[in-house]
């Protein structure tokens, strides 16, 4: 029984993850906010905590194309800072891939590493959608 129990609490907490699609919709949706209503205003909604842009364990962020995290809707301490080297717990530079893929693919494009989810405080897989707008990079992730 408890194994049956632990077993239904995990497809629990999993179903309560974002999908992909609603990744994908939810960058479209920042990428029109931010045309709409300008980047001072879109990235000041996207980093805000109790905002239209943070959806469970979804949440967008936006980096320059030089590396600069410009919005972040799950730590805002991120913001201003050149986050090119930082790399996951494989060591993979993620954000300097981001940068080029964004570069190579500006019509939108999946990249998988590892991150912290904020929800359980675990380092999961982790596929983030981006979307190049101008010479930034808008990015809403799902953990696996």
């Not at 699609?21 to 906010?33: I, P």
């Not at 879109?42 to 995290?69: E, H, N, Q, T």
């Not at 800072?81 to 940068?99: A, H, P």
């Not at 019509?107 to 989810?117: D, H, L, P």
Request: charged content about 25%.
């Amino acid at each position: 029984p408890l194994a049956l129990a632990l077993g239904c609490a995990a497809l629990a907490a999993q179903a309560s993850n974002a999908t992909k699609d609603e990744a994908q919709a939810m960058v479209k949706k920042g990428v029109a906010f931010i045309k709409a209503n300008g980047a001072d205003k879109g990235y000041a909604s996207i980093s805000d905590k109790a905002g239209p842009f943070i959806d469970r364990d979804l949440y967008l962020v936006v980096y320059g194309l030089d590396g600069k995290c410009l919005a972040h809707g799950a730590n805002p301490k991120q913001i201003g800072r050149d986050l090119t080297d930082l790399t996951d717990v494989d060591g993979k530079y993620f954000v300097k891939e981001r940068i080029a893929l964004t570069k190579s693919k500006p019509a939108g494009f999946w990249q998988e590493y590892k991150f912290t989810n904020p929800v359980s405080k675990k380092v999961e897989p982790k596929v983030m959608y981006c979307e190049k707008l101008g010479d930034t990079a808008v990015c809403g992730g799902v953990y696996q």
